[in-house]
């Protein structure tokens, strides 16, 4: 199922509300000075000697969808995402994985919703040095107790999957920075989680083999269709990963949407500047150029039947290209109707503005 689809549906695996993260001693005291006095976080540092890391954060993601949580260096974003298996315990607000209430979860219960529900997938690998490829991907069957011919053989089945079958036998140092991640995402997806927790899984790695890893992710998660958390400080890589982004500034979220949403809507100051830099070349789609075809026939008639047409989903980029080939405004179709008209100053203005024609 697509994230689109999921999300018509309502099917909600995650849900996060209202959670805060403040390290230090003094952490409820700051607190009930921030709902009354709405603080600052330096405020906060400098009063109580406590670190907002999350605050007020909250959201839902879809079932299958890639939620990407992306920002600088001291966003918050890593301190987020593990609060979702509790590697951090929340100081205040809830999380609800599949309908469970993580933060209520016992020791127990705790340890094996870690390992039954949530698969991670870390920036260094984390392999155990002393096993073999094979031994690590299958080490999450192992702590459930199933038999080794079987978690064997089911490593192997997923080392396929990441192109690593001819490694199996070997040790984490004799294979590449990228082939190791390769090992963690298959470990991660041994157990076949619901929910995969990803925190900025490529950033140590060279540009290419990142590119490349990004595209395996990418072709992974639309057979595997898993619901999946994807902390990047990289917005390209946000875009080219994501269906949808949320933005973190001093452990706040500032915007959610897809990447099309923010590039042509930023909801602030900061997040332009954010986005700036990024080509919307393939980011924004004909729907979000288009001026309506109501508007357009009431002003210079219908267009004609040899008009050029495409789907709304069209990019920018493809856009473009008909404008160069040819002069007649371009009709754009939602499932074989027509619904708007693109001209070529829709285009020059939207590459030039970064926004809609008004």
Not at 45 to 67: H, W
Not at 180 to 199: F, S, T, W
Not at 243 to 268: C, F, K, L, S, Y
Not at 284 to 305: F, I, S, Y
């Amino acid at each position: 199922m697509t994230s689109e689809a999921a999300a018509a549906e309502g099917d909600t695996v995650i849900k996060v509300e209202n959670v805060w993260k403040i390290f230090g001693e003094n952490a409820d005291e700051a607190m009930s000075a921030i709902n009354s006095e709405g603080l600052s976080k330096a405020e906060v540092l400098e009063r109580y000697n406590a670190v907002v890391g999350v605050a007020e954060v909250s959201f839902e993601v879809q079932r299958g969808e890639i939620f990407c949580v992306m920002g600088l260096s001291g966003s918050g974003k890593s301190t987020l995402v593990r609060h979702f298996n509790r590697l951090l315990e929340p100081s205040f607000g809830s999380i609800e994985i599949d309908g469970v209430d993580v933060m209520g979860l016992a020791p127990d219960a705790l340890r094996s919703f870690r390992n039954r529900t949530i698969g991670m997938v870390f920036q260094n690998f984390a392999l155990m040095p002393h096993r073999s490829v094979l031994d690590n991907v299958a080490m999450p069957m192992e702590i459930r107790n199933i038999n080794k011919n079987e978690r064997l053989s089911r490593a192997a089945e997923i080392l396929k999957i990441v192109e690593l079958q001819a490694w199996g036998n070997k040790f984490a140092h004799e294979l590449s920075g990228g082939m190791q991640q390769r090992v963690g995402l298959a470990r991660a997806l041994a157990a076949d989680p619901d929910v995969l927790l990803m925190d900025e899984p490529f950033s140590a790695l060279d540009p290419l083999i990142r590119r490349q890893l990004q595209d395996e992710f990418i072709k992974l998660s639309s057979v595997l269709e898993k619901t999946t958390i994807f902390i990047t400080h990289d917005l390209d890589e946000a875009v080219r990963v994501g269906d949808r982004i949320a933005i973190m500034r001093d452990g706040r979220v500032v915007q959610i949407g897809t990447a099309e949403d923010i590039v042509m809507h930023p909801a602030d100051d900061y997040v332009a500047d954010f986005v700036a830099g990024i080509s919307r070349l393939k980011v924004v789609r004909a729907h979000a150029v288009m001026r309506p075809l109501a508007e357009h026939t009431a002003d210079h008639g219908e267009p004609g039947a040899d008009a050029p047409r495409v789907e709304e989903s069209e990019t920018l980029s493809t856009l473009i290209q008909m404008a160069i080939d040819a002069e007649a405004p371009i009709v754009v179709q939602d499932g074989g109707q027509d619904v708007g008209v693109v001209t070529r100053r829709d285009i020059l203005q939207t590459v030039i503005e970064g926004t809609e024609v008004s």
